[in-house]
C-alpha cells in the first residue's frame, strides 16, 4: 500500500489456463501475491480441445477468470479485432495500475489493450522461445517484428532463465536493462516426500516388477518431440528386462504417436496414461524422467521430476541448460537425434549410483530455485518498484 496508498490492481493475462508452466505460473501469482497490497483479476481464453484445462485448479484457489474465449484460439484478424476491444472494455473497467501479460497471443493483444486504455505500466514473461519451432519462417518473422515493436512500449520483459534472457535480446526484443530474469516459480511441496510404493504402477500397467520404467510428462505437440524418444527405445540395445515408458499427457498427436508405437513395435512398452492428477506418485516409480522436445522454457516436468528426487535427461535446448548442468544434475543430449538418446538412456539405466548422484545434486536446485514463495517475493517487488518509478516520474 505505500506506493499508491491503495492495493496496487493487477490485470494479469494469459492466453489459455492448459496443463504447463505458464498457465501454473499465472494462478500461483495471482492466488499467492499479499491481497493487503495487490488485488488481481485474471483474463484468459479457453482451453483447445485435446489440452488439459486448469480452470478448476484456479478456482480452487478461490480466483474466478474472465474468459474472453477468443483470446485463447488461433490468429485470426477480425476475431483478433474484437478481443482486443474486449480487453480494452475490461481495463478501462478495471483500471489496472499494471498489465502482466503471459504467452504470446495474450502478450501482443494485452499488451495493445493496455496502451489503448492508457494502463500505466506493462510487463510480459516470455515462457520459452516460442519464435522458434512453432511457426513457418515468414510467421515466424512476422512475429518477431511484432514483437520488437511491443517491447519498445513494454515497462519490463521478463524472461524465466539466464539463457532464455541472452536469446531474447539476441533477437533484438527488449533493451539490456529492460529485460529481467524472474525463475518460474511452482507449489512444489507435494513432491517433497514422495511415496515409496514403488511397483504400484509396474503392477496397474502389468510390468513385470524390476523392469526399467521412463517417463516423458507433456502436451502431445509436435514441439515435444515424442517420436525421437520412441525412435531411441529401438534404438537400444536388447536388454533384459527392456525399458518400458509411460507417457502422461494429451494432445493434438495422440492418435499418431500410438500407431507410430505399433509401427516401430513397441505399442507393449510404451503406455499412455493421458493428464493425471497423481503425478507425484508416478514419478517416485520412474527411474528416468525424459524431456526429448526442441524447443523448451523452463520445463516444469523437469522441475517437478528433480524436486521429487528422480534423474533426469533432456535435450539440450531454450532455457534447460540453465536447470540442468550436465553430469551434475542431470543428463544432456543434442535435440532430434535418437542414437544419443538411446546412449544416455543405456548409461543412466547401467548406473544407479550415478543415477543417485544425479538426483540428490538436482533435488535442492529445484525446490530452493523453483519455489513459489521466492516468485511471489521477487514479483511483488518488481510491481511495487515500476509504480514507485512511475510516481517519480509524475512527481518530477
Same mark, same amino acid.
Given at each position: 500500500?505505500?506506493?499508491?496508498?491503495?492495493?496496487?490492481?493487477?490485470?494479469?493475462?494469459?492466453?489459455?489456463?492448459?496443463?504447463?508452466?505458464?498457465?501454473?505460473? +499465472?494462478?500461483? /501469482?495471482?492466488?499467492?501475491?499479499?491481497?493487503?497490497?495487490?488485488?488481481?483479476?485474471?483474463?484468459? @481464453?479457453?482451453? @483447445?480441445?485435446?489440452?488439459?484445462?486448469?480452470?478448476?485448479? $484456479?478456482?480452487?484457489?478461490?480466483?474466478?477468470?474472465?474468459?474472453?474465449?477468443? /483470446?485463447?484460439?488461433?490468429?485470426?484478424?477480425?476475431?483478433?479485432?474484437?478481443?482486443?476491444?474486449?480487453?480494452?472494455? =475490461?481495463?478501462?473497467?478495471?483500471?489496472?495500475?499494471?498489465?502482466?501479460?503471459? !504467452?504470446?497471443?495474450?502478450?501482443?493483444?494485452?499488451? !495493445? $489493450?493496455?496502451?489503448? +486504455?492508457?494502463?500505466?505500466?506493462?510487463?510480459?514473461?516470455?515462457?520459452?522461445?516460442? *519464435?522458434?519451432?512453432?511457426?513457418?519462417?515468414?510467421?515466424?518473422?512476422?512475429?518477431?517484428?511484432?514483437?520488437?515493436?511491443?517491447?519498445?512500449? %513494454?515497462?519490463? =520483459?521478463?524472461?524465466?532463465?539466464?539463457?532464455?534472457?541472452?536469446?531474447?535480446? $539476441?533477437?533484438? =526484443?527488449?533493451?539490456?536493462?529492460?529485460?529481467?530474469?524472474?525463475?518460474?516459480?511452482?507449489?512444489?511441496?507435494?513432491?517433497?516426500?514422495?511415496?515409496?510404493?514403488?511397483?504400484?504402477?509396474? %503392477?496397474?500397467?502389468?510390468?513385470?516388477?524390476?523392469?526399467?520404467?521412463?517417463?516423458?510428462?507433456?502436451?502431445?505437440?509436435?514441439?515435444?518431440?515424442?517420436?525421437?524418444?520412441?525412435?531411441?527405445?529401438?534404438?537400444?540395445?536388447?536388454?533384459?528386462?527392456?525399458?518400458?515408458?509411460?507417457?502422461?499427457?494429451?494432445?493434438?498427436?495422440?492418435?499418431? *504417436?500410438?500407431?507410430?508405437?505399433?509401427?516401430?513395435?513397441?505399442?507393449?512398452?510404451?503406455?499412455?496414461?493421458?493428464?493425471?492428477?497423481?503425478?507425484?506418485?508416478?514419478?517416485?516409480? *520412474?527411474?528416468?524422467?525424459?524431456?526429448?522436445?526442441?524447443?523448451?522454457?523452463?520445463?516444469? #516436468?523437469?522441475?517437478?521430476?528433480?524436486? +521429487?528426487?528422480?534423474?533426469?535427461?533432456?535435450?539440450?535446448?531454450?532455457?534447460?541448460?540453465?536447470?540442468?548442468?550436465?553430469?551434475?544434475?542431470?543428463?544432456?543430449?543434442?535435440?532430434?537425434?535418437?542414437?544419443?538418446?538411446?546412449?544416455?538412456?543405456?548409461?543412466?539405466?547401467?548406473?544407479?549410483?550415478?543415477?543417485?548422484?544425479?538426483?540428490? #545434486?538436482?533435488?535442492?536446485?529445484?525446490? &530452493?530455485?523453483?519455489?513459489?514463495?521466492?516468485?511471489?517475493?521477487?514479483?511483488?517487488?518488481?510491481?511495487?518498484?515500476?509504480?514507485?518509478?512511475?510516481?517519480? &516520474?509524475?512527481?518530477?
Amino acid at each position: 500500500m505505500a506506493v499508491l496508498g491503495r492495493p496496487i490492481r493487477i490485470a494479469r493475462v494469459i492466453t489459455r489456463l492448459n496443463v504447463g508452466g505458464p498457465a501454473q505460473h +499465472a494462478i500461483l /501469482l495471482t492466488a499467492g501475491l499479499d491481497r493487503t497490497r495487490f488485488l488481481t483479476t485474471l483474463i484468459t @481464453g479457453v482451453v @483447445g480441445r485435446d489440452e488439459g484445462d486448469l480452470s478448476p485448479a $484456479a478456482r480452487d484457489r478461490g480466483i474466478q477468470p474472465i474468459v474472453v474465449p477468443e /483470446l485463447g484460439r488461433a490468429v485470426h484478424p477480425v476475431r483478433d479485432i474484437l478481443t482486443l476491444a474486449r480487453l480494452v472494455w =475490461i481495463f478501462r473497467h478495471v483500471r489496472p495500475d499494471i498489465v502482466h501479460t503471459h !504467452m504470446s497471443k495474450a502478450g501482443t493483444l494485452g499488451r !495493445m $489493450a493496455a496502451r489503448l +486504455a492508457g494502463v500505466p505500466r506493462t510487463l510480459h514473461t516470455f515462457h520459452g522461445h516460442v *519464435l522458434e519451432g512453432y511457426f513457418s519462417s515468414m510467421a515466424s518473422h512476422l512475429f518477431l517484428w511484432i514483437e520488437r515493436v511491443l517491447a519498445r512500449r %513494454t515497462d519490463r =520483459i521478463i524472461a524465466l532463465s539466464p539463457r532464455l534472457r541472452e536469446a531474447i535480446l $539476441a533477437m533484438g =526484443i527488449g533493451r539490456t536493462e529492460q529485460v529481467e530474469v524472474v525463475p518460474l516459480g511452482l507449489d512444489l511441496d507435494r513432491f517433497r516426500h514422495p511415496p515409496q510404493n514403488r511397483d504400484d504402477l509396474r %503392477t496397474a500397467l502389468r510390468i513385470p516388477p524390476g523392469t526399467p520404467l521412463l517417463g516423458v510428462v507433456g502436451r502431445l505437440v509436435p514441439i515435444k518431440d515424442h517420436l525421437t524418444l520412441f525412435h531411441a527405445l529401438a534404438h537400444l540395445e536388447a536388454g533384459s528386462p527392456a525399458p518400458h515408458v509411460v507417457v502422461i499427457g494429451d494432445g493434438e498427436r495422440r492418435a499418431e *504417436l500410438q500407431r507410430s508405437a505399433q509401427r516401430l513395435n513397441l505399442a507393449p512398452r510404451i503406455h499412455f496414461l493421458g493428464w493425471r492428477n497423481d503425478l507425484e506418485t508416478i514419478l517416485s516409480q *520412474l527411474d528416468v524422467v525424459i524431456c526429448c522436445s526442441r524447443n523448451e522454457g523452463t520445463p516444469v #516436468a523437469l522441475i517437478e521430476a528433480m524436486a +521429487a528426487g528422480v534423474p533426469v535427461l533432456s535435450t539440450d535446448v531454450g532455457g534447460v541448460s540453465d536447470l540442468i548442468v550436465h553430469g551434475e544434475t542431470g543428463w544432456l543430449v543434442p535435440a532430434g537425434d535418437p542414437p544419443a538418446l538411446a546412449r544416455a538412456i543405456e548409461v543412466l539405466l547401467a548406473d544407479p549410483a550415478l543415477r543417485h548422484r544425479l538426483a540428490v #545434486a538436482a533435488r535442492p536446485v529445484a525446490l &530452493e530455485r523453483h519455489d513459489v514463495k521466492g516468485l511471489i517475493r521477487r514479483m511483488e517487488a518488481l510491481y511495487e518498484g515500476l509504480l514507485a518509478a512511475k510516481q517519480l &516520474e509524475i512527481s518530477n
